[in-house]
């Protein structure tokens, strides 16, 4: 415990669940108002980050875009990106800059509603109480492997991407990555250049160049207003909060992620895997469509950077088109594990969320919690850190801060009105903070 922090038999205005970049801006704001609360992490701050990422993991977006409230990136490469132990040290770091009553090693494995209207949390330290309820985990709760997993034969080691660290964790001989998602294409570059026989089942990921016409792209369209949009500004916000992110590097300073460079030095690639029988692995005949169609959205990207410049009239060097340096000549529907040499399988895959121990009926028939904002139909009870959550940047160090800053004002009220009616009508301010304020 950071903190002389007491949960057993404690009851809080505010708890927060949850003690990365979401959880630790939300106590910031609250603080910031006088709202007292407690924030309980199941492991240490920066775990996610320290015991999720591999050895030469780095952010994707620059370092300007690190805005955890009241703490901006602090370092001097704000072009720059932040490796896997800069970004623990800079959470560790937010700590120390404003010391929230932190809980570090303690779990909650309950949330639920009393009748009174005050939220009972069970932890593995006790249970306690609060008025409101922030549940601050994040997305990525549990790794998500496919069931054809259960079929690789048993000599074959295999690894989700949460677990992968380096090269040489992994037996000699070739690798198979399965997803090309960031993380699977950053993990199969990694083996790629440490001298591995790297065998790619592409899936269906956009990509984005990392640099365009003199700037990060990054930096265009935090200029063209792209990270401003809201949630509410799409017509499909379902499948918008779905969406894969695309796949890009800020490794030894940024670059593209071309997987036909890849294949061009050696990499191996297929479709999407669609089965595993005995040795034999069988894929999809979508690798060409599948990497013209990453191809295109770049291109498009592009295309709306060329346009900006255009309508500022800003003076920006001109920069040819991407050229595809490799197509496939077959699309390989087979492959087997023997002869190809392939000693293990990095599962790319992504995570499955799991709110099992939210009792609560803000779900909806996906698992994902119905919110406006954050705030769900359940006064009192709120999310935060959610992909698009309300903007590109909700789940991301880049706005984090603002959607804490937006729930931070709705407790604040919520906890002003509970006092008023507690003191008007003698109604319990546990009781009154659950009623909704509009």
Not at 171 to 178: A, Q, T
Not at 309 to 314: L, S
Not at 374 to 392: E, H, M, R
């Amino acid at each position: 415990m950071r903190a002389a922090v007491r949960l057993a038999g404690s009851h809080y205005p505010v708890a927060v669940v949850g003690g990365g970049q979401a959880g630790l801006s939300m106590s910031y704001c609250l603080r910031q108002r006088g709202v007292e609360h407690v924030v309980i992490e199941a492991n240490r701050v920066g775990h996610e980050w320290r015991d999720r990422r591999w050895d030469t993991f780095c952010l994707v977006t620059p370092n300007w875009q690190c805005r955890l409230p009241g703490f901006p990136y602090q370092g001097d490469d704000l072009h720059g990106f932040m490796v896997r132990d800069e970004v623990v040290k800079y959470l560790e770091d937010y700590v120390s800059f404003f010391r929230p009553p932190l809980v570090e090693g303690v779990a909650v494995t309950r949330l639920r509603q009393a009748a009174s209207g005050v939220f009972e949390l069970g932890t593995s330290d006790g249970a306690f109480t609060a008025d409101q309820v922030v549940v601050a985990t994040g997305p990525y709760h549990t790794p998500s492997v496919p069931r054809m997993a259960e079929r690789l034969p048993d000599g074959v080691e295999q690894i989700h991407s949460s677990r992968y660290r380096s090269a040489d964790q992994l037996p000699k001989g070739g690798v198979l990555v399965v997803g090309t998602g960031q993380s699977g294409c950053q993990i199969a570059e990694d083996l790629h250049l440490a001298g591995r026989r790297v065998h790619l089942a592409v899936g269906s990921a956009p990509r984005v160049a990392r640099f365009y016409r003199g700037r990060d792209c990054v930096a265009w369209l935090d200029d063209m207003g792209h990270y401003q949009k809201t949630i509410d500004d799409f017509r499909d916000a379902d499948a918008v909060r779905l969406r894969v992110n695309h796949y890009v590097t800020g490794r030894d300073g940024g670059r593209d992620i071309d997987l036909r460079a890849f294949a061009r030095d050696g990499m191996r690639l297929y479709g999407r895997l669609t089965g595993i029988r005995g040795t034999g692995l069988e894929f999809a005949d979508d690798l060409k469509a599948n990497l013209d169609r990453a191809d295109a959205v770049a291109e498009d990207i592009k295309d709306a950077i060329d346009a900006y410049i255009e309508a500022q009239g800003i003076a920006a060097p001109q920069e040819p088109r991407y050229v595809p340096v490799w197509e496939p000549c077959e699309q390989p529907d087979r492959l087997d594990l023997e002869t190809a040499g392939i000693a293990s399988v990095v599962w790319s895959t992504g995570f499955r969320r799991d709110y099992r121990w939210v009792e609560a009926p803000v779900f909806d028939g996906r698992g994902y919690p119905m919110h406006w904002r954050g705030a769900t139909s359940t006064p009192g009870l709120y999310f935060l850190g959610l992909p698009w959550q309300y903007s590109w940047g909700s789940g991301r160090f880049e706005a984090v801060g603002r959607d804490a800053e937006f729930l931070a004002d709705h407790i604040d009220a919520s906890r002003r009105v509970a006092d008023v009616c507690g003191a008007l009508t003698g109604v319990p301010s546990a009781l009154a903070s659950a009623l909704p304020i509009g």
